[in-house]
């Protein structure tokens, strides 16, 4: 038996405050985005002319602004999928029964709580062209000083690390809640069946962890996609040579450093859409496979 | 007909008898001043400590000092601030921001307020002086300035057999001596290095007397409409600093100002190119080790006939303050470029005293005797010839072509690019941005 209100206007009344910060931290200022980005805008402010889609077009022919585009989408897709393969596999150690358990939950959720340019700072002590302690290792026992931060490919890699460890920490917790949920029962019909561990986990475990998946899946995405920023600042600012200028990079550098309101707010837009439609594909695609318990 | 004399008299009375400026205000009760600096680390403190002593010799005036991160950051918030119309009173800025701040409508040009507070700018060094002047108007008081410095480790240059008081002064030198030490089992990554910085790449145009930008460098009234840095001038230095990379004389630390002196303390390299400003720092890095550093100029090219160009910050008033707020400013900013002040901040330091007496009181007492290393930067300065190309250009775009010369750099070290490739492809894009900010700013 459902419950629902009687009067026409209270449960309008009730979602007013919801819509009221949806409009004012959401609507509102994506709207006023979209019409900065139909002007060029002089770095203070104090100018503005319209320009039309101007800067929509200047966007899409820029050679460096795909090339950042593309740069994002390696990343993005190394981060996610790294990331949750990684996390997948801590966190079905860490569900086992080990000596322990606790303190090794605590440190591996530990990356977490730090802020991304405390991570970049790590990262740079680990991986500092001039005297990092990665540099030295290798340089010590292997012989070879790989130029991690000042090579393109290198840069990237090390970034796209930093990143996927920095949000470990997260997955973790996530798919360990997970894990929890797995009905112990189907796991011992199946074991009573003959299946292996490894057929448990992929018949079993594994779909009825899906939801827990495609959450992370959308997670980590918007993570890679806008909260990388801090890391890729500290460590490389963008370069060598545009290596790791990923497109909320380039945003920061439009905005921040070139002062070009109107492009930035054109650029701002367009990754603002990317979300939304990834995130439209995302629910329209692995939603349906999507098992819910 | 008549009419509209009367109206438009009485229209423009009320402006003519409180114009302001042309009264000076008075401080009569406490005024509270905001001072927004991008001077991190040790010098925080040291900049309290003038404001300090500011406000003690100013009892009326408070001023809250902020320390607001690097000069990009503090531009950033400073902005922001205004456009909330609560500006800092008083905020750091760097050189390369004047052309574009002189444009931005936030601030208060000195020499607008000259009725109120007489500043001697004929006591500043010239450099420093026209620098920050826009066709002869002066726009903000010069407070840090620096010029980039050769330093070097004397006990690695006696280790290797070189000379220790001859550090070298032109490109084919440095080449010559970078191979001496590469040879000499010292151990080092690689004999030099200096930051990934555009800043260099301007100092060189400048000691080889080049132009940076058309239109007299921006410098003759009109903005720049064209880079001429991808020129003859542009392509030899970059060649030179590329190719010594590849050699394994220069070491590529990447941007930022951390690595290269990171990569110099801890005796990775034998020679670091970076600001004057670092010389009480690096000089401490080495005597913890035992080692003694020298200073020298910045290397030219055989038979280059330039000099240097100045870098570093001033501060900026900004406006939309009442009379008395900002002449409470104007006094403060005053207070630092005078001579206490500055010789307090160059020993702390590094950056020259922006001032001509400050310079020759600092000589009286003997600094210089005790601390050779920094006079260089002032000798350096000095004897540099001043022409448009020495004076440094004006740039409307000047942080975007900073990032887009340093992107080309790179380009370059990878390999994915010729020198005049990149430089091209830089000069292109800044001519492109350069454009809109004339468009935007006409």
């Known amino acids: ?152 490919t290198l840069a990237l890699i090390v970034v796209t690390v930093a990143a996927t460890w920095k949000n470990l920490g997260y997955n973790i917790i996530f798919y360990l809640a997970g894990l929890q949920n797995v009905q112990k029962e189907s796991l011992e019909a199946a074991s009573i069946d003959g299946a292996g561990a ?23 995405l918007i993570y890679s996609y806008f909260a990388s920023f801090g890391l890729v600042d500290v460590l490389t600012s963008g370069g060598p040579a545009n290596a790791t200028n990923i497109l909320i990079y380039q945003l920061y550098r439009d905005f921040f450093i070139n002062s070009k309101t109107g492009f930035a707010a054109a650029e701002s837009f367009i990754l603002f859409s990317l979300v939304v439609v990834m995130t439209l594909i995302q629910f329209r695609t692995t939603g349906r496979k999507v098992h819910y318990q | 007909m008549k009419l509209n004399w009367i109206v438009l008299v009485l229209l423009l009375l009320p402006g003519m008898l409180f114009a302001s400026g042309a009264q000076e ?69 760097y050189e390369i921001g004047t052309l574009g701040m002189a444009n931005s409508g936030m601030v208060t040009p000195m020499d607008d307020l000259k009725k109120w507070e007489k500043i001697d700018w004929n006591d500043f060094f010239t450099p420093v002086k026209n620098y920050y002047a826009i066709s002869g108007k002066h726009y903000s008081m010069p407070f840090n300035s620096s010029t980039p410095l050769l330093y070097y480790n004397k006990t690695f240059f006696g280790d290797a057999g070189l000379d220790t008081e001859a550090p070298p002064a032109t490109f084919e030198a440095m080449i010559e001596v970078g191979n001496k030490l590469k040879g000499s089992g010292l151990g080092l990554k690689a004999p030099l290095t ?15 007397d080049a132009p940076f930008v058309n239109n007299d460098n921006g410098r003759k009234g009109e903005f720049p409409t064209e880079v001429l840095f991808n020129g003859e001038a542009g392509q030899k230095i970059v060649e030179w600093w590329t190719g010594m990379e590849k050699d394994g004389i220069f070491l590529d630390v990447g941007p930022g100002w951390s690595n290269h002196r ?113 006079l260089t930067a002032f000798n350096q300065l000095l004897e540099s010839p001043y022409t448009v190309n020495t004076a440094g250009s004006l740039i409307g775009v000047f942080p975007e072509a900073r990032a887009l010369i ?15 490739e990149a430089l091209d492809e830089a000069a292109a894009k800044t001519n492109e941005a350069m454009a809109e900010w004339n468009e935007l700013s006409m």
């Open chain 1, 1 to 152: 038996m459902q419950s629902y209100f009687k009067g026409k206007w209270l449960p309008y009344l009730l979602l007013l405050p919801t819509f009221f910060i949806l409009i004012v931290f959401l609507f509102y200022p994506a709207f006023e985005t979209f019409r900065l980005s139909l002007y060029k805008v002089h770095p203070y402010g104090i100018r503005k002319i319209f320009a039309g889609f101007y800067n929509f077009r200047k966007i899409f022919t820029s050679s460096d602004y795909l090339h950042s585009f593309t740069t994002s989408l390696v990343f993005s897709a190394a981060v996610v999928v790294l990331g949750l393969f990684v996390s997948l596999m801590i966190a079905l150690l860490l569900n086992q029964k080990i000596k322990g358990q606790m303190v090794y939950r605590s440190l591996l959720i530990w990356p977490y709580a730090l802020s991304p340019a405390i991570s970049g700072a790590i990262f740079l002590f680990l991986f500092n062209p001039a005297n990092g302690y990665m540099t030295f290792f290798f340089d010590h026992f292997f012989g070879v000083e790989p130029k991690w931060l000042t090579d393109g």
């Open chain 2, 25 to 93: 205000p008075e401080i009569t009760g406490p005024v509270t001043v905001d001072f927004w600096h991008a001077m991190g680390g040790a010098r925080i403190e040291l900049i309290q400590g003038i404001v300090d002593e500011f406000m003690a010799a100013n009892p009326n005036i408070t001023v809250n000092v902020q320390y607001t991160g690097s000069y990009n950051d503090t531009l950033n918030k400073t902005k922001a601030a205004a456009k909330a119309g609560n500006a800092p009173h008083v905020f750091h800025l």
């Open chain 2, 406 to 420: 340093e992107t080309g750099i790179q380009k370059v070290y990878a390999g994915d690019k010729t020198v005049k």
């Open chain 2, 194 to 208: 200096w930051n990934l910085h555009s800043w260099y790449f301007e100092e060189f145009h400048c000691v080889m």
């Open chain 1, 198 to 220: 490894f057929k448990r986990f992929w018949i079993i475990t594994f779909p009825l962890l899906s939801p827990m998946t495609f959450f992370l899946l959308v997670m980590n």
């Open chain 2, 262 to 374: 990171a990569a110099f303390g801890s005796g990775e390299v034998a020679m670091v190119m970076s600001s004057t400003s670092d010389v009480n720092q690096l000089t401490g890095l080495l005597a913890d080790k035992g080692w003694e550093m020298g200073t020298g100029f910045v290397p030219r090219p055989e038979g280059a006939k330039g000099g240097v160009t100045i870098g570093g910050g001033t501060l900026w008033m900004s406006n939309g303050h009442p009379d008395e707020e900002l002449l409470a400013a104007l006094k403060l900013v005053k207070y630092i470029s005078e001579d206490d002040a500055q010789m307090k901040w160059h020993k702390g330091t590094g950056y020259f005293a922006v001032r001509k007496t400050a310079m020759k009181k600092l000589e009286e007492e003997g600094w210089f005797r005790d601390n050779p290393n920094f």
